[in-house]
């Protein structure tokens, strides 16, 4: 079993729909991160989250310690949401030596 | 602003040749990670500096090396490749010293082996 899981693997909405993703985790974590990677391959951080909740826009990130669960919600999607969306733990590790989740596959259609 | 700035973009080795990716992270930022993904999987973490010293290693094979320069500014060495060693290669860069922790990526360096 991996130790960060994503769901769902693959996603596909109409242009202003809401969309969650979900990430839990199995093992002790100092910070969480959500990542997004477009086709081309470059990653941009979107949250780095240790506790409760970070928006940005139209993004929103929660973390649940207790449960170790986060979700990632975009409100009023667009087309160019459209990407591969990263769930990146700290475990133990120095900064930065992060476990990936698998990745969900976003396609938003107009 | 500017940003992790990896090069080359691109590589094309064959088998047993080495390979050098550059990494210059965002300016005042004294820490650099690299992390390798390969075709269709997770990326994964390899190695990270902090003031120049090593500060965690992940799965790096013993055939690659790193450093981090006086300019904070890091070097992916890669030896005797293999043609499992295609892969877009990643670094990442963090300041310490704001605590914040967010990472900044650069766009990656893409090695192809043949």
Known sequence: KNEVEQSPQNLTAQ??????INCSYSVGI????????????????????????KKHGRLIATINIQEKHSSL????????????YICAVEAGGSQGNLIFGKGTKLSVKP | AA???????HLIKEKRETAT???YPIPRHDTVYWYQQGPGQDPQFLISFYE????????IPDRFSAQQFSDYHSELNMS????????????AS?????GVGELFFGEGSRLTVL
């Open chain 2, 52 to 59: 120049k010293m090593q500060s965690d290693k992940g799965s």
């Open chain 2, 21 to 23: 990716l550059k990494c």
């Open chain 1, 15 to 20: 242009e202003g729909e809401f969309i969650t």
């Open chain 1, 73 to 84: 919600h975009i409100t009023a999607s667009h087309p160019r949401d459209s990407a591969v």
């Open chain 2, 94 to 98: 963090s300041s310490q010293e704001t």
């Open chain 1, 30 to 53: 100092s910070a969480l991160h959500w990542l997004q990677q477009h086709p081309g391959g470059g990653i941009v951080s979107l949250f780095m989250l240790s506790s409760g909740k």
């Open chain 2, 3 to 9: 940003g992790v700035i990896q090069s080359p973009r």
């Open chain 2, 80 to 91: 005797s490749l293999e043609l499992g060693d295609s892969a877009l290669y990643f670094c």
